[in-house]
């Protein structure tokens, strides 16, 4: 098992910046990933970045270019810089760990989530 805490959330202004972290109760890898998801107001939990077993690295679409997933060389912590924030991105913001589990299944681990609002 492991625990995933976020922290980094808070209120900003249309094209300001935060950086997200979570920490994890242990070190992790990425199984097969370890991420961000979101959530705004009544939709989906989308997925926003990656970083894949292997290393490589996945954004979604609409933050390409602003947002930055890294982790630090514990494999204890994990980073989203989020740059030139849009009232859409919004939402709360959660760690993903998605883990290899038995017979070629997986299993995900989240955190609590952090509240993003961007507004002016």
């Known amino acids: 098992q492991v625990q995933l805490v976020e922290s980094g959330g808070g209120l900003v202004q249309p094209g300001g910046s935060l950086r997200l972290s979570c920490t994890a109760s242990?070190?992790?890898?990425?199984?097969?990933?370890i991420g961000w998801y979101r959530q705004g107001p009544g939709n989906q939990r989308d997925l926003v970045a990656t970083?894949?077993?292997?290393?490589?690295?996945n954004y979604a679409d609409f933050v390409k270019g602003r947002f930055i997933i890294t982790r630090n060389n514990a494999k204890t912590t994990m980073y989203m810089q989020m740059n030139n924030l849009k009232p859409e991105d919004t939402a709360v913001y959660y760690c993903?760990?998605?883990?290899?589990?038995?017979?070629?299944?997986?299993?995900?681990?989240w955190g609590q989530g952090t509240q993003v609002t961007v507004s002016s």
């Open positions: 970083i894949n077993r292997g290393g490589s690295m």
């Open positions: 993903n760990y998605r883990a290899f589990a038995a017979f070629g299944q997986t299993f995900d681990y």
């Open positions: 242990r070190s992790i890898d990425s199984s097969v990933h």
